[in-house]
């Protein structure tokens, strides 16, 4: 079966590698030059499994699995390989409910690393951060921003070995030789203009260039181009992607020391989150988009800002040092890039669609590349179970996680799934 995918990021490498294991033909074809030069190389990787979806976990922690053993996951390669820190990570939500005892429970379940730690813990254990309650965010220019809530954090998740991959571009790369190595071929360079279903339910690919590409299956994974994709092939969704611009700036580390790994924080009650960087010389600091900081919506994928603001750098810095008032803001350092976000939850879409032989993994950025890998084996999964004939809009794929042995029923992934109660933020 020959399959086409759209798409070089690290989820369009996954589901070639994984597709090709599965002894299809596989075609990526991608109008940049590299693979992981998009998305995926301004992500910040990090590797966490705090999600209020059971499902989700459950492919987090099997994905955490894959990265600590990437060397054996991808098989022999010649190249420089990722490296993966597990420094821990703290998720401080505004309260500490029994949405967060559910989550932290689900977790334990899956013989997560897990618990939650009082104030007095935090205080004891990471005396560095202010334990003073942020929530809800305010823009810095706020009268208010500076002014005592009064109050403490109630609380926070720690996960003791979350992580993150050093280098997403590298990773991809990795994904890539593997995928090389055992027949997938990589198009690079040219832009799919038109995706037709020709009478013999094949369908045909034309680009850019004037070049034309035959296959059985066609697959987007095109990531902040998804939506245009689609309407390449005059597909659409009951659930939208949107590409949505986001900044992530650096820091000097001002705690920089080898022999203790600064921690990775998901700061919901203050609206940013960080990691190390650079060995832990550095702090890089995103945003969980709090109520109230308008998001940058993006109509055309080929035409926003690339670079730093003002705005930007501002808010998210000044945020983080409330947190972490050793912090010293230094000049403006950081990136821009364009995460492809499904509107209506923030969760991937991993899915069949209505035009048969057409599959999507979109809605995947920023979230997603913890899971990547095994997205990539789950579309493999439902790529096989409908060309032989299963109806999964009824009959979902059940996935068996191989390092992890946990079944996951697949449905959460579904276009038709409706919109999922979730924070509505990537978080790495």
């Not at 054996?72 to 390669?77: H, T």
């Amino acid at each position: 079966m020959r399959i086409t995918i759209v798409g070089a990021g690290v989820v369009g490498c996954s589901i070639a590698l994984a597709t090709r294991r599965l002894g299809m033909d596989v075609t990526v074809i991608d109008k940049l030059g590299a693979v992981g030069h998009g998305s995926t190389s301004a992500s910040c990787a990090i590797i966490r499994r705090y999600y209020s979806e059971p499902g989700m976990i459950a492919l987090a922690n099997e994905g955490a699995h894959v990265w600590a053993d990437w060397e054996s996951f991808l098989g022999p390669i010649e190249d420089d390989k990722i490296v993966f820190p597990r420094p821990g990570m703290l998720f401080i939500p505004p309260q500490v409910d029994d949405d967060v005892r559910t989550i932290v429970g689900e977790m334990a379940k899956l013989n997560i690393k897990v618990s939650i730690l009082d104030v007095a813990e935090v205080k004891q254990r990471f005396s560095y951060l202010n334990t003073a309650s942020n929530f809800p965010p305010l823009p810095p220019d706020h009268e208010a921003f500076f002014e005592s809530r009064g109050r403490d954090i109630e609380g926070v998740v720690y996960e003791e070995d979350a992580g993150y991959v050093v280098s997403p571009g590298l990773a991809t790369q990795n994904l890539r030789d593997a995928g090389e190595r055992d027949g997938v071929q990589f198009q690079l360079n040219r832009e799919v203009c038109a995706i037709d279903k020709r009478d013999d339910d094949t369908f045909e690919l034309t680009t850019t260039d004037g070049g034309r590409i035959e296959s059985d299956v066609v697959v987007n994974a095109a990531g902040p181009h998804s939506s245009i994709v689609n309407r390449l092939a005059g597909v659409t969704l009951p659930l939208t992607t949107r590409p949505l611009r986001q900044e992530v700036h650096t820091l000097n580390n001002p705690l920089f020391d080898e022999s203790s790994p600064l921690l990775i924080v998901g700061d919901m009650d203050s609206g940013v989150y960080w990691r190390p960087e650079g060995g832990g010389r550095d702090i890089i600091v995103g945003s969980t988009e709090p109520e109230c900081d308008d998001l940058d919506w993006i109509d055309d994928p080929d035409d926003y800002n690339d670079g730093i603001t003002e705005s930007y750098w501002r808010r998210q810095t000044m945020r983080l040092m409330q947190r972490f008032p050793q912090v010293k803001q230094g000049p403006a350092r950081g990136l821009s890039a364009l995460y492809d976000v499904t509107v209506e939850d923030w969760y991937p879409i991993v899915d069949r669609t209505d035009l048969p032989g057409y599959y999507v993994c979109i809605g995947t950025s920023g979230s997603s590349f913890k899971t990547s890998p095994v997205l990539g084996q789950v579309l493999a999964k439902i790529i096989e179970a409908c060309e032989k004939g299963q109806d999964v809009d009824h009959s979902p794929v059940q996935m068996k996680l191989a390092y992890t042995g946990y079944s996951v029923d697949t449905s959460f992934l579904s276009r038709n799934r409706g919109a999922i109660h979730t924070s509505g933020t990537v978080i790495g």
